[in-house]
Structures are given as C-alpha cells and as structure tokens.
C-alpha cells in the first residue's frame, strides 16, 4: 500500500485489453482489475530479418497503441497489449497454419526445450511499460498417433506453437522453467510491476465485485 499521503490517481483508472484472445481475459481477471476488451486488427507479419523478440515487442506495442488510439483524448486510459510466439532453434514458432505445419512444429519441439515469449506493452498518454519475458518449457517425446489426436482435439488451431498449455495441452509438457502465465498469453509478474508503475492501484479493488466488467470499449 502506498503511504496516505502520497499523490492518488485518479480512481478507478480505466484499463484497456487490447486483445481479443480469451485467455488473456481470464488471466486479468484472475487478479482482479476491472477493464474493458477491444479486439485490434494489427496485422501479424514478421518483418524480414527481424527477431523473434523484436517481433513479439513490436506486435505488443502496436496492439497497445491500437487500443489507446480507440479512446481519443481520454488521459485517464491505459491500454495493454500483447503478443506470443514459441521459439525453438531462432525458429519462429506462431499459429498453425494448417495440420502440416502443426506437425512440423511438434516435431521440431518433441524431447526437447524451446522458449515461449510473450511481450506485453501498457501505454497511457504519455508514458509507456513493455517488456518481453520467456518462459522454458520441455516437451515429452511426441509420437505420430499424439500429434495426430492432439490436433484433432482442434485446440491448436488458435494458439502460438500451436499448443495450449492450459488445456490438454498439458499432456506434451515434461516441465517448465519460468513463469506459467507468460506461456498462456500474460505474465502476471511483470503486469503487476507495470500496473503499479502506472499507477493503476490493483491492489486496492474489491475481489469480490470487480475482476473484469469484461465490456467492450
Ligand atoms: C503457447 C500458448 C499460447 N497460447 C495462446 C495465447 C494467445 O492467445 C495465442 C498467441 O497468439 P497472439 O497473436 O499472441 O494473440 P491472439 O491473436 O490470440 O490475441 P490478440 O492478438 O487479440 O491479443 O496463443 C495459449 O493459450 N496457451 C499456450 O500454451
């Protein structure tokens, strides 16, 4: 708690998730701080010669900046945006475009470490938080009939690496190093560090009647 005298924001600051992903929802919800949803149509496409780290940090700023560009002048908005890539080998790992191209990213995962990074980016008016953290994880060995089931489950579809390690995606995972929301979309610990930087006092909202009003902007 900051002390009493201490300068207090405005109250409640509005929080913006730009994104339409699902779990990032629920993740923000699961600490509480009431926002509002507003899906962006940032388009995805890696630039020549560009990092997967550059990438996933350029994707988070411009959905954040995308989110903030909905509420006009409004100061008293922030906006959170984010993006996730796997990575194996310097290989961008994103959505799957087809069972192929699962298959091909199961396999190069299978038995093995790869990285999952995810970036988010808080921008109010005039100041801006982001940061990219990775998260380990180690696959089991992956055999045909597994990668074939699995994508018939038809949760890979929608997801970076093309797995869900919150859902039966579990079952491909030996271990993970590092932080678990982060491969789920949204690292809760660099959020807070970024909510609290901003401002944003989460720490003082009532869990039991707000978490997300979860409208739209
Ligand atoms: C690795 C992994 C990814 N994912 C998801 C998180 C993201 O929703 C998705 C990565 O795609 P993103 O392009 O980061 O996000 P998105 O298109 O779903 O949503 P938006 O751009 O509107 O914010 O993969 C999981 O749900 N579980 C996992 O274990």
Not at 206 to 216: E, H, I, P
Request: hydrophobic share 35%; glycine share 10%; charged share 25%.
């Amino acid at each position: 708690m900051p002390p009493p005298d201490s300068p207090q924001p405005s109250f409640p600051p509005r929080l913006i998730l730009a994104s339409g992903s699902p779990r990032r929802a629920e993740l923000l919800m699961q600490i509480g701080v009431p926002f509002s949803s507003a899906a962006t149509a940032v388009e995805e496409i890696r630039q020549t010669d560009e990092s997967g780290r550059d990438y996933v940090l350029r994707l988070a700023q411009e959905k954040s900046r995308a989110g903030l560009a909905l509420v006009g002048d409004d100061t008293t908005v922030w906006s959170l945006g984010a993006d996730t890539l796997g990575l194996v080998d310097d290989e961008v790992l994103e959505k799957p475009r087809d069972f192929t191209d699962f298959a091909r990213m199961m396999r190069l995962m299978s038995g093995r470490e790869h990285s999952v990074l995810t970036a988010i980016c808080l921008s109010g008016s005039d100041q801006s938080f982001s940061d990219v953290v990775e998260t380990r994880v180690r696959f089991r060995t992956l055999d045909r009939a597994l990668i074939e089931g699995y994508w018939n489950t038809g949760e890979p579809r929608d997801k970076a690496g093309g797995y869900g390690i919150q859902g039966m995606g579990a079952l491909l995972v030996e271990s993970i190093h590092g932080s678990y929301s982060n491969v789920v979309g949204l690292p809760l610990e660099t959020l807070a560090g970024f909510l609290q930087r901003a401002g944003i006092p989460y720490w003082q909202f009532d869990k039991r009647s707000s978490g997300a009003d979860a409208g739209t902007v």
